[in-house]
């Protein structure tokens, strides 16, 4: 079935440095690629998305690739800060005769102060 | 914050009970989702519906069940709870999108279910 696999499960970082995200997605019908960050005890929040028709997109200190070919998205935080220490979620939409949005497990990220 | 509301915000119920959540969808929204998030795990999509019809469906068995109304709203039902029901389960409202392209999602603040 359909998979989203995102890696590191758990990424530190001192404050300052850039982190980066990857997930790999199997169906070829994703077109839609959010990612999502959670605080403990909160709902997700939207970050930043990106869609097929776009290799990178960016937003200040955020920015996300798109490789389709490869089935790779990335996320990547520049000049971190301890109050970017949260779970981040990437995800996949798709619709093939039914829409579905999958989630990767999560990465956990500290920042370092 | 997004304007998209759950209720209850937590509830308990023992196995074999039934359950029923509530969403209200951000203003201007007509296409609701419905996700499972386990302890320390990523959502689950259970399903969307879209002008009040099942619109697409993950892999969850018949006893997870959804209604959307006209105003939008929508409720996901659960019969036969088992443990592994405890969740925190997360709405999610979207505008339409004519093109087909997924549109960004607003989460709800969700409600987290405990099954004894």
């Known amino acids: 079935g359909e998979n989203v696999e995102q890696h590191p499960s758990t990424l530190s970082v001192q404050e300052g440095d850039s982190a980066v995200i990857k997930c790999t997605y199997s169906?070829?019908?994703?077109?839609?690629f959010p990612w999502y960050k959670q605080e403990l005890g909160k709902r997700p929040q939207l970050i930043i998305d990106i869609r097929s028709n776009v290799g990178e997109k960016k937003d200040q200190r955020i920015a996300v690739t798109l490789n389709k070919t490869a089935k790779h998205f990335s996320l990547h935080i520049t000049e971190t800060q301890p109050e970017d220490s949260a779970v981040y979620f990437c995800a996949a939409s798709g619709d093939t005769g039914g829409f579905k949005t999958i989630f990767g497990a999560g990465t956990r990220l500290f920042v370092k102060a | 914050e997004t304007g998209v509301t759950q209720s209850p915000t937590h509830l308990i119920k023992t196995r074999g009970q039934q359950v029923t959540l509530r969403c209200s969808s951000q203003?201007?929204?007509?296409?609701v989702s419905w996700y499972q998030q386990a302890l320390g795990q990523g959502p689950q999509f259970i399903f969307q519906y879209y002008r009040e019809e099942e619109n697409g469906r993950g892999n969850f068995p018949p006893r997870f069940s959804g209604l959307q109304f006209p105003n939008y709203s929508s409720e996901l039902n659960v019969n036969a709870l088992e443990l592994d029901d405890s969740a925190l389960y997360l709405c999610?409202?979207?505008?339409?999108?004519?093109?087909?392209?997924?549109?960004?999602?607003?989460f709800g603040p969700g409600t987290r279910l405990l099954v004894l």
């Open positions: 169906d070829s019908a994703s077109n839609y």
């Open positions: 999610a409202s979207s505008p339409a999108n004519p093109s087909r392209q997924g549109s960004t999602q607003y």
């Open positions: 203003s201007g929204h007509n296409t």
